[in-house]
T-cell receptor
Framework: EAGVTQFPSHSVIEKGQTVTLRCDPI?????LYWYRRVMGKEIKFLLH????????ESGMPNNRFLAERTGGTYSTLKVQPAELEDSGVYFC????????????FGNGTRLTVT | AQSVTQPDIHITVSEGASLELRCNYS??????LFWYVQSPGQGLQLLLK??????LVQGIKGFEAEFKRSQSSFNLRKPSVHWSDAAEYFC??????????FGKGTRLHILP
């Protein structure tokens, strides 16, 4: 089966610009998560979708971040306007509903804001 | 608050030597624990997980981990490391809301 795919793998933008990250989960996985790792720090939870609904968005840093998952398939994470502190690696993960199925992670998008 | 602690930021071992990476968790009576590995340029790969049952868990790539409730620990071990094991290792705990909390990671360096 295809794994979790993220696009782009790298993005370099200037402060104030907008960037949209995309995540395609494993087919049939209703749980979708976004995580972020700022350089040198831990991987931090951003939000969790169950199908198209936001289950938990307690980790979203501020209202410059907007995540969507229309139709319960792929998800996008938009940062607008980007700030320097938004630089880091953004990971997407998916898992099946029910039980304790493990999370499968994508390779991440490395975002650099200059 | 739920937390996962990996006390070692960097570990260096010689190729062929044994390895133990430490992890302590703080949450809950029934932790659901994971070890993930991230190689350069790659995503997070699941090495192993523990939910219940046998407290010694076998994973991929020759890794194992032992759950010790009395010590709130879930240390990762490998009897003989290979140069390809050089990577960053993350311990994680999953709570009832399906949120995974990660430790800060341990970067493993292998000496030839």
């Amino acid at each position: 089966e295809a794994g979790v795919t993220q696009f782009p793998s790298h993005s370099v933008i200037e402060k104030g610009q907008t960037v949209t990250l995309r995540c395609d989960p494993i087919s049939g996985h209703d749980n979708l998560y976004w995580y972020r790792r700022v350089m040198g720090k831990e991987i931090k939870f951003l939000l969790h979708f169950v199908k198209e609904s936001k289950q938990d968005e307690s980790g979203m840093p501020n209202n410059r971040f907007l995540a969507e998952r229309t139709g319960g398939t792929y998800s996008t994470l938009k940062v607008q306007p980007a700030e320097l502190e938004d630089s880091g690696v953004y990971f997407c993960a998916s898992s099946q509903l029910g039980g304790w199925s493990p999370l499968h992670f994508g390779n991440g998008t490395r975002l650099t804001v200059t | 608050a739920q937390s996962v602690t990996q006390p070692d930021i960097h570990i260096t071992v010689s190729e062929g030597a044994s390895l133990e990476l430490r992890c302590n968790y703080s949450y809950g009576a029934t932790p659901y624990l994971f070890w993930y590995v991230q190689s350069p340029g790659q995503g997070l790969q699941l090495l192993l997980k523990y939910f219940s049952g046998d407290t010694l868990v076998q994973g991929i790539k020759g890794f194992e981990a032992e759950f010790k409730r009395s010590q709130s620990s879930f240390n990762l071990r490998k009897p003989s490391v290979h140069w390809s094991d050089a990577a960053e290792y993350f311990c994680a705990d999953r709570n009832r809301d399906d949120k995974i909390i990660f430790g800060k990671g341990t970067r493993l360096h292998i000496l030839p």
